[in-house]
């Protein structure tokens, strides 16, 4: 086979991929929508430890987005540009290696999940439940 025809082969399959990933189903779709799942019950449980009275926000960068845009907008700009951020960077290794990709997400998503659970204990021994 020619050079040529080879450079012309994997310039079609760029093209395809990237019109897929465009436009096509998304490598991982399940375990982006876990991600993302795991990630909204972060933000309702950060909303609610807030709400409650009994605790700040710690995080700094967070802070600044809580107290410019309040407590609703200001996290969800802050959580959603995260998981955005996440999402779109772990598509973007898919396109090359999908069991890595695979990891980011998955490691994404045990860490947001130990995060929930401490909001969760923090709340609980706050309230003496």
Same mark, same amino acid.
């Given at each position: 086979?020619?050079?040529?025809?080879?450079?012309?082969?994997?310039?079609?399959?760029? !093209?395809?991929?990237?019109? !897929?990933?465009?436009? =096509? @189903?998304?490598?991982? !779709? $399940?375990?982006?929508?876990?991600?993302?799942?795991?990630?909204? &019950?972060?933000?309702? #449980?950060?909303?609610?430890?807030? $709400?409650? *009275? #009994?605790?700040? !926000?710690?995080?700094?960068? $967070?802070?600044?987005?809580?107290? @410019?845009? *309040?407590?609703?907008? =200001?996290?969800?700009?802050?959580?959603? *540009?995260?998981?955005? +951020?996440?999402?779109?960077?772990?598509?973007? +290794?898919?396109?090359?290696?999908?069991?890595? $990709?695979?990891?980011?997400?998955?490691? *994404?998503?045990?860490?947001?999940?130990?995060?929930?659970?401490?909001?969760?204990?923090?709340?609980?021994?706050?309230? =003496? &439940?």
């Amino acid at each position: 086979m020619p050079e040529d025809d080879k450079t012309n082969d994997a310039q079609k399959q760029r !093209e395809t991929s990237l019109k !897929e990933f465009v436009f =096509g @189903h998304l490598p991982l !779709e $399940a375990e982006t929508t876990m991600f993302v799942l795991v990630n909204m &019950i972060d933000f309702f #449980m950060t909303y609610w430890l807030l $709400a409650s *009275g #009994m605790f700040r !926000e710690s995080n700094p960068v $967070a802070s600044y987005f809580l107290n @410019h845009w *309040g407590p609703v907008k =200001g996290m969800l700009y802050f959580k959603l *540009g995260l998981v955005v +951020i996440v999402c779109v960077v772990a598509q973007l +290794i898919a396109l090359k290696d999908v069991k890595k $990709a695979r990891w980011v997400l998955n490691f *994404g998503t045990v860490a947001v999940v130990f995060v929930v659970l401490y909001s969760l204990s923090m709340y609980l021994k706050q309230t =003496g &439940i």
